[in-house]
């Protein structure tokens, strides 16, 4: 089974800093698709970022950019400038099969103010 | 365009009983699939459906089941309830268009099992 992998069960940040979560996958395959989800107290999963495997370039969306290592099978989350919302779970997760989502085990984020 | 809905929000059974979760997915959305989220397993997928048809399925014991009407609302059926099944229970709807469409998650349903 295809693995997805947080090692941070926790980070915290300075307010307006910027902080990076790490995530690494397990895959045989060439192309896929790969996340980032938010899931605030409120329980809510939102997607903040996705990055497309055959697409050499990281995606961003406006403070949050990806380091996508296609080797070394790694996928980081930065966010820059980071704002007491930004405080969540934050899972990584890979596409497998037809719309089925494999989650890592989450970093939960805090922002110091 | 409304969200992703589900219902009950919050549900309390015993062990035992059986419980009926509903997932309305966005309009035009064709593919919902719902996750299981618990603090030691973290979150793992159940099973999906798309135009009427179960796709995909997680692993899971024979007393999880689904099913997805023509409108595309979808629902979850846990019988025989065991302590284990407590959990919050999330519904994601998509297009399913192409190779792989964004999931809109719902905001859960909470199930306790007493």
């Known amino acids: 089974a295809q693995t997805v992998t947080q090692s941070q069960p926790e980070m915290s940040v300075q307010e307006a800093e910027t902080v990076t979560l790490s995530c690494t996958y397990d895959t045989s395959e060439s192309d896929y698709y790969l996340f980032w989800y938010k899931q605030p107290p409120s329980r809510q999963m939102i997607l903040v970022i996705r990055q497309e495997a055959y697409k050499q370039q990281n995606a961003t969306e406006n403070r949050f950019s990806v380091n996508f290592q296609k080797a070394a099978k790694s996928f980081s989350l930065k966010i820059s400038d980071s704002q007491l919302g930004d405080a969540a779970m934050y899972f990584c997760?890979?596409?497998?099969?037809?719309?089925?989502?494999?989650f890592g085990q989450g970093t939960r984020l805090t922002i110091n103010p | 365009k409304a969200g992703v809905t589900q219902t009950p929000r919050y549900l309390i059974k015993t062990r035992g009983q059986q419980v009926t979760l509903s997932c309305s997915p966005i309009?035009?959305?064709?593919?919902v699939s719902w996750y299981q989220q618990t603090p030691g397993q973290g979150l793992q997928f159940l099973f999906e459906y798309f135009s009427e048809t179960q796709r995909n399925k997680g692993n899971f014991p024979g007393r999880f089941s689904g099913r997805q009407f023509s409108n595309s609302r979808s629902e979850m059926n846990v019988s025989t309830l065991e302590l284990g099944d407590s959990a919050l229970y999330l519904c994601a709807s998509s297009l399913n268009s192409g190779d792989y469409d964004e999931q809109f998650f719902g905001p859960g349903t909470r199930l306790t099992v007493l």
């Open positions: 309009s035009g959305h064709r593919s």
């Open positions: 997760a890979k596409i497998q099969g037809a719309q089925k989502l494999v």
